[in-house]
């Protein structure tokens, strides 16, 4: 199994620019989970999808953060328009279920500028 | 409010020693809890789990110790290697059944 995969590994963008982070999960992989990673926060969630349906978006920062999952095997973070205080590392995991162990992508590293 | 906090954020240690990493969780009510390793660069890896049910665990040189009453969680890393440098996660699934993570603590070996 290649894991969960994201897409871009690296984005820099200028601030007020549209950006899409793109994420696979795990085949058979029910439940899939967007976090943020900076120092000053460590790592922190952001929204889940249980079977391709929004659970809870109560981390998302503010309404300039949408997530989507239109199929089992595709998800995406938008953030429109982008800030500086946006910069960070962005993962997606995915699990079996809600509550079973999360697999973890490599990241999107955001710098917005 | 919930929190998963580790009191020390650097550990360093000699290589071949044994290593051991402190986690206090604060939700009394949390019955699953995780260990993840994030190495530089990377997304965080799961080690290990342990449930409520359980006070111990082992896996391929570590060991997960649960101890309920003082709500402390541990990870014990045995014949510690470079390749264990990476910052260390506890966490645990709260009520609403999310997975709350701590901030970390920094290994680092020294061959």
């Known amino acids: 199994d290649a894991g969960v995969i994201q897409s871009p590994r690296h984005e820099v963008t200028e601030m007020g620019q549209e950006v899409t982070l793109r994420c696979k999960p795990i085949?058979?992989?029910?439940?899939l989970f967007w976090y943020r990673q900076t120092m000053m926060r460590g790592l922190e969630l952001l929204i889940y999808f249980n079977n391709n349906v929004p659970i809870d978006d109560s981390g998302m920062p503010e309404d300039r953060f949408s997530a989507k999952m239109p199929n089992a095997s595709f998800s995406t973070l938008k953030i429109q328009p982008s800030e500086p205080r946006d910069s960070a590392v962005y993962f997606c995991?995915?699990?079996?279920?809600?509550?079973?162990?999360?697999?973890f992508g490599p990241g999107t590293r955001l710098t917005v500028t | 409010g919930e929190s998963v906090g580790l009191h020390l954020p650097t550990l360093s240690v000699q290589e071949g020693d044994n290593s051991i990493i402190n986690c206090a969780y604060s939700?009394?009510?949390?019955?699953?809890f995780i260990w993840y390793k994030q190495e530089s660069g990377k997304g965080p890896q799961f080690i290990i789990d342990?449930?409520?049910?359980?006070d111990k665990r082992q896996g391929q040189r570590v060991t997960v110790l649960l101890n309920k009453t003082v709500k402390h969680l541990s990870l014990q890393i045995a014949a510690t290697q470079p390749g264990d440098s990476a910052v260390y996660f506890c966490?645990?699934?709260?009520?609403?059944?999310?997975?709350?993570f701590g901030q970390g603590t920094e290994l680092s070996v020294k061959p």
């Open positions: 939700n009394s009510a949390s019955d699953y």
């Open positions: 085949s058979g992989h029910n439940s």
């Open positions: 342990i449930r409520s049910n359980m």
């Open positions: 995991a995915s699990s079996l279920s809600q509550k079973t162990e999360q697999y």
């Open positions: 966490a645990e699934f709260n009520q609403g059944g999310k997975l709350i």
